[in-house]
């Protein structure tokens, strides 16, 4: 039987990516630190977490809005940074662009991204948050802080989970680097996967567009960022400042303190410490420490709409997709990344009926713990 065209969940999407990427780009993308424990560890507890259906209430009428930052997204989940989307797909960045634009939502885009941070803030319609990462001693990280600033960004996204890249050995395996470096593995691998391989090609080689003149390095040390250059960005950045990477209590209620605007829970989707404790479930410790009021974003693991559902009730205020987006552009280009968000946006609007809720607010009760 020949496999669908269709993408009806983002297992779908990966099956999609899995057979048209190069085995060293889908494993970069797919890959996590160590053997994957962490990762697993945190789709498990995701699953195990029971929802609460409820009947006889009328969800004829139901609202997925949701305001982030007092802003209105149309759907109550953004794109979280990626690096280097245009691996997935020629252009793939400027499709997460449009659909931010057309939903509304935060799109975060990466120090890292295959495309400038203007151009993307143009064609997100200024739906666009800035991720930085702290490298050496600091000076260049201000310096494109301020780039952001000047290009008109309002929010900044300090990713503070990477001190060292993680070791993932499914990119060690197949040699990933970037810039690519192009051994006999390397050619073989592109050989078998043309469709990719020549579409690259003609597109022009992706590449880390914020610095054309090579000055980033992917794998360098960022361990002397401390709670010192945390004042000193929050001191520099006069719009709203949110830390990714957060998975311990007192580390989030020290961020608070320190004038931080919203924590963005996260394990980096698996891909720093194996053993890291399932953030899905940090995320309710936050919640508590932390008392109602103040921001949590949530990342890593989401795969359904259901599970974007579970974020909230667990304590999110807002929810953020990451690699099924790349599957489906892997798979089926801007075809297919307007496919999977629509089964998300459907999926949260079925599991909020069947909870008995119209909106996405007031979920906390709808989850066994």
Request: net charge positive; aromatic share 8%.
């Amino acid at each position: 039987m020949l496999p669908s065209r269709d993408i009806h969940c983002a297992d779908d999407a990966r099956q999609m990516a899995r057979r048209r990427l190069p085995w060293m780009v889908f494993d970069y993308i797919d890959g996590a630190a160590g053997e994957g424990h962490g990762e697993a560890l945190n789709r498990a507890a995701m699953r195990d977490l029971r929802l609460k259906p409820r009947v006889l209430c009328n969800v004829t009428h139901r609202d997925l809005s949701m305001p982030v930052f007092d802003h209105p997204a149309k759907v109550p989940f953004g794109i979280t940074p990626m690096g280097m989307c245009n691996l997935s797909t020629p252009g793939a960045d400027l499709m997460l662009a449009r659909i931010a634009a057309r939903d509304r939502v935060p799109l975060g885009v990466s120090t890292v991204a295959s495309t400038a941070l203007e151009k993307m803030l143009e064609a997100a319609e200024g739906h666009a948050w800035f991720q930085l990462y702290f490298s050496g001693d600091g000076s260049g990280t201000m310096q494109l802080v301020e780039r952001a600033r000047a290009a008109g960004y309002e929010t900044l996204v300090v990713t503070l989970d990477v001190p060292e890249v993680g070791r993932r050995p499914r990119e060690l395996r197949h040699g990933f680097k970037m810039p690519f470096r192009i051994g006999p593995r390397q050619f073989v691998d592109f050989a078998l996967h043309p469709r990719w391989s020549l579409t690259s090609l003609v597109k022009g080689r992706p590449q880390m567009a914020n610095f054309t003149d090579g000055g980033f390095d992917r794998a360098a040390s960022r361990a002397a960022a401390d709670w010192s250059y945390l004042q000193r960005l929050r001191a520099a950045w006069p719009g709203k400042l949110v830390i990714k990477g957060v998975l311990d209590v007192d580390d989030a209620l020290r961020l608070r303190k320190e004038g931080v605007d919203a924590i963005q829970v996260s394990s980096h989707g698996g891909r720093q410490l194996d053993g890291a404790p399932p953030p899905i479930l940090m995320l309710a410790k936050m919640r508590a420490a932390l008392g109602p009021d103040y921001p949590l974003f949530y990342d890593s693991g989401l795969r359904s709409g259901e599970d974007i559902v579970k974020a909230y009730a667990m304590g999110a205020n807002f929810a953020f997709l990451g690699r099924p987006l790349l599957y489906a552009m892997a798979g089926r280009g801007e075809r297919g990344l307007n496919q999977l968000w629509q089964v998300m946006t459907e999926e949260i609007s079925l599991t909020l009926a069947q909870l008995g809720k119209t909106d996405m607010t007031g979920l906390g009760d709808c989850v066994s713990r």
